[in-house]
């Protein structure tokens, strides 16, 4: 099996991120719970894509891509943090967005805006077409240019998780469980098999905020992160643990996400954001509450950022 270190990445954050204990939430609770601040990783307002973004940038630069070319909804927060690392690393972004979500020019619009992106949006829901548009507007232009996923949700992406997990061992604290929101699935798939890797004893729960096949999606990018890796890394379909968030949909606040970004922000003077963290951090609170969590466990919530979101749409 390769070692992380082998595989290309470039710097674009700061690593480690701190590990704090929530004090407030933990009384509240009858439970030891953490986050993990990947809120904090350094470039844009942070959040869980650098992390992927660093190995998948290396690639593009690898191919000399001048282009890069990545999508989401309206509001993502993976095609901001892409066109921030883009412009860091002196190639273009372009943004081919889902006309769907909070198209106004706030939240990531804004900040795309702010670093003179070129932002387009089409109107459909799969993202097969814009891939092809990629294509499209990649030839077009005569430049070499390099697509990431929606999400950066592929194999090579999820490696940024794995390193996620890596510090937190190295952070020599024991997690009884690890809790991260799930959106395009990376995430989860990266600290799924970090666990497997690096903390055996820690148990993982995605909690889902979009309503999709994820016990399709997960095996695919934990399947390519292995071969990437070469690894011979078994990670059985009952250890991938999901909890279900969304409410009434992907990017649709819900009861429980507005109050969970009230109790975080109430308690311990931190953002929770409408779209993933809020929904999440919401699942987090049932679970304890359904007695999940023992008075002595200890409980990591991987805090993976959004703070744009929460300019862009109405938690009221
Ligand atoms: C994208 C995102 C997630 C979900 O991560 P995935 O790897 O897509 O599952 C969670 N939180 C925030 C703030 C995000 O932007």
Redesign the pocket.
């Known amino acids: 099996m390769k070692s992380l270190n082998e595989i290309n990445r470039v710097t674009l954050g700061t690593f480690p991120t701190p590990i704090q204990k929530l004090e407030n939430i933990s009384r509240l609770l009858g439970t030891n719970v953490w986050v993990k601040r990947d809120?904090l990783t350094g470039i844009g307002l942070g959040?869980?894509?650098v992390r992927?973004l660093e190995f998948l940038m290396a690639e593009a630069r690898e191919q000399g891509a001048e282009i890069v070319f990545t999508t989401g909804q309206a509001q993502?927060?993976?095609a901001m943090?892409t066109a921030a690392c883009a412009r860091k690393m002196g190639m273009e972004p372009i943004l081919i967005l889902k006309k769907r979500g909070v198209m106004g020019r706030k939240g990531n619009l804004l900040l795309e805006a702010l670093m003179n992106t070129d932002v387009r949006f089409m109107d459909t829901d799969s993202y097969d077409d814009i891939y092809a548009e990629m294509d499209r507007v990649g030839k077009e232009s005569g430049k070499k240019y390099y697509k990431i996923p929606?999400?950066?949700?592929n194999g090579l992406?999820?490696l940024g998780?794995i390193d996620c997990v890596k510090e937190i061992a190295d952070s020599g604290l024991h997690f009884d469980y690890i809790v991260?929101?799930?959106?395009?699935?990376?995430?989860?798939?990266?600290i799924a098999l970090g666990a497997k890797m690096f903390l055996p004893d820690t148990t993982v729960i995605?909690a889902m905020?979009d309503d999709c096949s994820f016990e399709e999606i997960t095996p695919e990018i934990m399947r390519e992160a292995c071969r990437i890796l070469e690894a011979d890394v078994t990670v059985k379909d009952e250890d991938v643990l999901h909890v279900k968030a969304w409410g009434e949909g992907y990017a649709i606040p819900s009861e429980e996400g507005n109050n969970a970004i009230k109790v975080m922000a109430e308690n311990e003077g931190l953002f929770l954001?409408p779209?993933?963290?809020g929904k999440?951090f919401g699942a987090l609170l049932r679970l304890a509450k359904e007695g999940k969590f023992k008075p002595t466990d200890n409980v990591l919530f991987v805090y993976?950022?959004?703070a744009g979101?929460l300019f862009a749409i109405d938690t009221q």
């Open positions: 809120d959040g869980n894509k992927k993502s927060n993976h943090l929606c999400g950066g949700s992406g999820a998780y991260c929101p799930e959106g395009s699935g990376g995430t989860h798939v990266g995605g905020v954001d779209v993933y963290t999440a993976t950022g959004g979101g």
